[in-house]
């Protein structure tokens, strides 16, 4: 894991074209912007597992999970 410390209005390049900008820190809260092609999913690691869970669901229900386990 790479750690960087960065103050408010600094910026971090990932790649040739995704920019997360720290907009804002209070506290214990940073507010990020992110700026990547449309492409590119950009999901809070929560709401991402919620898909998964969900996408797991969805497929355990499925009549050919059991064909293809």
């Known amino acids: ?12 390049m990932i790649g040739p074209n995704i920019v997360v900008t720290v907009l804002e820190v209070r506290g214990n809260v940073v507010k990020l912007g992110c700026v ?9 690691e929560e709401v991402k ?4 869970d969900q996408q797991e669901v969805r497929a355990s229900e499925s009549p050919f ?3 293809c386990a």
């Open 65 to 67: 999970f059991a064909e």
């Open 36 to 44: 990547a092609p449309v492409e590119v999913p950009i999901y809070r």
């Open 1 to 12: 894991m790479l750690v960087l410390s960065r103050k408010a209005g600094e910026r971090l």
């Open 49 to 52: 597992r919620r898909l998964n």
